[in-house]
């Protein structure tokens, strides 16, 4: 009996915002800031683990995870790990902040914008994911799942008594 080969050619979908950071600035800093200018509510996820190479190292990054109203994910990972770098071909920048499903009324460059006034931020660029070689990395990002097997939910919905809905 012949054997027969078949490969499969697949190239992933980087359907997301992509924005690299400099800030020299620790991350739990980054992610204050964050909230404050941009209304986030980041919450701290257990580090995301990578194989790296195939010497069986592991390489720890920390991130964070917020899902807003619109049900938009976003993430901010640190490009620094314990021994290795998220993305290699980027070592000079120092986080990522990724938004994953984002709606209609999200532009990058609004996002750049704000984030440029932070005093702890020194610059933001807009990335495009499917010319990196490790972009990849980025389909790790998933946010946590707790031990009951439910996902993040939705942050409540704030109305006060001074809140009028219009109809038309």
Do not use: H, M
Not at 61 to 87: A, Q, T
Not at 114 to 142: D, H, M, Q, W
């Amino acid at each position: 009996a012949k054997k027969q080969t078949f490969t499969l050619d697949c190239k992933p979908d980087y359907d997301f915002l992509l924005l690299g950071i400099f800030c020299a600035y620790r991350d739990y800093k980054l992610c204050a800031e964050l909230n404050r200018y941009l209304r986030y509510n980041f919450e701290k996820l257990p580090d995301l683990e990578i194989k790296p190479d195939n010497k069986g190292t592991t390489c720890l990054f920390p991130y964070f995870f917020y899902l807003n109203e619109d049900e938009e994910e976003v993430y901010l990972i640190s490009n620094k790990g314990n021994k290795y770098y998220f993305i290699p071909e980027l070592k000079q920048c120092d986080y990522f902040l990724v938004i994953k499903n984002y709606s209609r009324y999200t532009t990058i460059e609004e996002l750049e914008r704000k984030i440029r006034f932070i005093s702890l931020v020194s610059s933001t660029f807009e990335i495009e994911p499917s010319g990196l070689k490790s972009a990849e990395n980025f389909l790790y990002l998933e946010p946590y799942i707790d031990k009951d097997g439910e996902k993040p939910k939705l942050p409540p919905v704030k109305w006060s008594s001074t809140d009028t809905i219009e109809l038309r």
